[in-house]
């Protein structure tokens, strides 16, 4: 980690991470006095506090609650579309616009290789700084990127492509010219659209999987989660209006509630895979959660591909049906 990034780790928020950025910086003060005097080796004291970095570090998030996994999976430095479409893909062509309204830049997709298999992407995003995130509207998606997103879905079925969605919104967006654009058809189209292609999807939620914002490029036949992105019905904050009629104060207990946590959706099988991150959070080295995210796709993606597509449909068909399974006694 260089000065910058010791930096933009000094903006975080996250009351649990203070410590571990104060070693790190630290850390980085003993290697800058290391270079500046090449005669005085210390190099036993930097290892002796990285050690203490990790153990520290292993130690804070063994005790993170999901409220504290809900904070990490907005944290402004996480890896974003971004990073993992520049990694993971060869020769991306990016495609834009809905042909009806316009484009959508919280929502991006093309064509592009992924381990030399012709693929179709899709990806939230949120934006990298202020005016991305404005021009991606913090990465809530308008009914046209949706729209986009479906043309996308037309183009793997017509050339037999299998779809890699990167999922990252709070949600769809919700003002009035999104609902005048019919931002809940939009959705339920591409529901229905993802319900019968006879192409493999393959689903990664890399930070927030908000909503139907998120399920609308979200219902494939593997959805996998990076250990400390959240995937849910709503917000905290929103449940928490909805449960304590508040502006969100309760948001940490509706966390705790309702279980938006990759280890609490593999276990309730809505999800199919976690894929861990690097010790501290994938903002800490985003080159190993990019070839954790490699990996997870390589053995999935395999795996689909191998699949008839008349069965292939069929299971998606099948794993849908089986959610929201629940059990009735009487009394």
């Not at 709503?234 to 279980?259: F, L, M, Q, R, T």
Request: with cysteine; glycine share 8%; net charge neutral.
């Amino acid at each position: 980690m260089n000065s910058s990034d010791a930096d933009n780790k000094m903006q975080s928020k996250l009351n649990f991470e203070k410590p571990l950025i104060e070693l790190d910086a630290q850390i980085q003060q003993l290697k800058a006095f290391a270079r500046a005097n090449p005669e005085i080796n210390i190099s036993k004291g930097v290892t002796a506090l990285e050690e203490n970095a990790k153990a520290q570090t292993r130690k804070i998030f063994k005790k993170l609650t999901r409220w504290d996994k809900v904070l990490l999976a907005r944290h402004e430095q996480r890896p974003q579309s971004f990073t993992y479409i520049g990694a993971l893909f060869d020769d991306p062509v990016e495609l834009h616009g809905d042909k009806c309204y316009g484009d959508d830049r919280a929502l991006v997709g093309g064509l592009a290789c992924f381990e030399g298999q012709p693929i179709v992407y899709l990806a939230q995003q949120k934006g990298r700084d202020l005016k991305e995130r404005q021009e991606m509207s913090f990465g809530y998606t308008r009914p046209e990127g949706y729209r986009k997103a479906k043309r996308l879905m037309k183009l793997a079925e017509k050339f037999d492509r299998p779809i890699i969605s990167l999922v990252d919104t709070p949600g769809a967006h919700f003002d009035r010219g999104s609902e005048e654009r019919g931002q809940s058809v939009a959705i339920a189209e591409n529901l229905a659209e993802m319900a019968r292609l006879p192409v493999p999807i393959l689903v990664v939620v890399i930070g927030e999987g908000g909503s139907g914002g998120a399920l609308a490029i979200a219902a494939g036949d593997r959805i996998l989660m990076m250990e400390y992105a959240i995937y849910c019905v709503a917000p905290p904050e929103a449940c928490s209006g909805i449960v304590w009629k508040d502006n969100g104060e309760h948001a940490p207990e509706a966390a705790e509630g309702y279980k938006p946590i990759a280890e609490d959706l593999i276990q309730l099988d809505i999800i199919d895979g976690i894929i861990h991150e690097p010790l501290g959070g994938a903002h800490r080295n985003p080159v190993q959660a990019t070839r954790n995210v490699k990996r997870a796709i390589k053995k999935h993606l395999a795996d689909l591909i191998a699949i008839d597509r008349d069965t292939l449909v069929q299971q998606r068909y099948d794993r849908y049906r089986r959610l929201g399974v629940y059990g009735e006694r009487w009394m």
